[in-house]
């Protein structure tokens, strides 16, 4: 069974980085599980075992158009990966998903619509 810790980002990019960013709209109760998962996250980058979001935007905005929807976290305690899940909207509203290896940096996956005219031309 997949578990999910999901930590969901709308077009924000490096202050996940700098760990500036701190979820505004987080109930009362879970605020300070909030607070942790960014500062345990942010504590993961700084150390090397994650790879910073800005260096997975850096590589999307040079090979693809598109602006940031979402980005999400998650990892699999059963096989103890971490991937973040990053959603682009293209400009012809195509909205495309690619997932990329948190620990490599690596992209396993893209999955989507018309990805083709998303592509920048080298």
């Known amino acids: 069974m997949k578990m999910r810790n999901v930590i969901a980002l709308l077009i924000i990019l490096p202050c996940l980085a700098s760990g500036a960013l701190v979820p505004v709209s987080a109930a009362d109760d879970d605020a300070d599980t909030a607070n942790q998962d960014w500062h345990d996250l942010h504590k993961e980058v700084k150390a090397g075992h994650l790879v910073p979001m800005t260096t997975i935007m850096d590589w999307l905005e040079a090979r693809f158009e ?5 980005v999400e976290l998650e990892q699999d305690h059963g096989h103890g990966s971490i991937e973040y899940e990053v959603e682009m909207i293209g400009p012809q509203g195509q909205v ?27």
Do not use: H, R
């Open 66 to 70: 598109g602006q940031i929807l979402e």
């Open 96 to 122: 495309v998903e690619f997932e990329f290896d948190a620990t490599t940096g690596e992209l396993l996956s893209i999955e989507g619509v018309n990805i083709e005219a998303m592509k920048k031309t080298p």
